[in-house]
């Protein structure tokens, strides 16, 4: 398939994980990627594999909490390709503390990121967007559906990117952008398993971040997000889409 062939796609969070297998998945259809993330070199690396396979690709550093930064990146792509079709913002970060132990500095840092990034991606996209008929594919989580123990932070933001992508949905719908959002749950990525948990955990509560048959990898919510943002999901709007192997079922 090759549903993004003349398709210019900025993936956020494109240096690793879930980032990382969209933007190879988009390429591998056609689609033209600015490979964003706060490490350049991972980014570079990203857009190594995506050229070397064929594709096209051009790295970008980008803090997507700083508004300054985030009109640059998006003005670079814009520069850079021409043009902007589709937004996948899926840079994130996810720290696990007890909420009455959390410091101000920690929350302001995961909604920093993870939803003040969400609004200055999309805001600096839309004109281009509404221009290309283009759309929108935010990562939320199933932190945004159900309770995520130690996850106070985190769930915050996630159920805010959900309630954010389904107003853009409805305010931009009639200019012909859509906005979806992904809520993936136990995917195999560093963000998940690289992070630290936090002192005398109940491990029973795990229960309700696993999956019934194990986690997968990152490429089941690549295929998602190619799905949603290609022709093959021009129906869809407004929607979000549960991939937890039947945590939450």
């Known amino acids: 398939m090759q549903r993004f062939t003349g398709k210019v796609v900025l993936v956020t969070g494109a240096g690793s994980g879930i980032g990382r297998a969209a933007a190879q998945r988009l390429a591998a259809e056609g689609g033209s990627i600015f490979c964003v993330d706060l490490n350049l070199e991972s980014a570079t690396e990203t857009a190594a594999l995506i050229t070397e396979a064929g594709g096209m690709a051009k790295p970008q550093r980008c803090d997507v909490s700083d508004e300054a930064q985030v009109e640059a990146c998006v003005a670079a792509c814009v520069e850079a390709y021409g043009s902007l079709s589709v937004l996948v913002h899926m ?15 920690a929350w302001n840092q995961v909604i920093g990121i993870n939803l003040t990034g969400t609004f200055l991606l999309c805001r600096a996209a839309l004109p281009h967007l509404i221009e290309s008929q283009g759309n929108i594919v935010n990562a939320a989580s199933t932190a945004a559906l159900a ?7 985190y769930s915050a933001t996630k159920g805010g990117v959900l309630a954010m992508t389904r107003s853009i949905a409805v305010e931009y719908a009639k200019q012909g952008v859509r906005a979806n959002a992904v809520c993936p749950g136990d995917i195999k990525t560093n963000m998940t398993f690289d992070i630290s948990m ?7 509560l795990l229960t309700r971040i696993s999956s019934l048959n194990g986690p997968k990898g990152p490429e089941v919510v690549a295929g998602v997000i190619a799905m949603l943002a290609s022709e093959d999901g021009a129906h869809i709007t407004g929607e979000s889409i549960r991939m937890d192997g039947g945590t939450l079922a």
Request: aromatic content about 10%; glycine content about 10%; proline content about 10%.
């Open 147 to 153: 309770g995520l123990p130690w996850g106070a932070a």
């Open 91 to 105: 840079a994130g970060l996810l720290k696990f503390e007890w909420t009455h132990e959390m410091s101000l500095e």
């Open 198 to 204: 936090p002192a005398n955990m109940d491990p029973a």
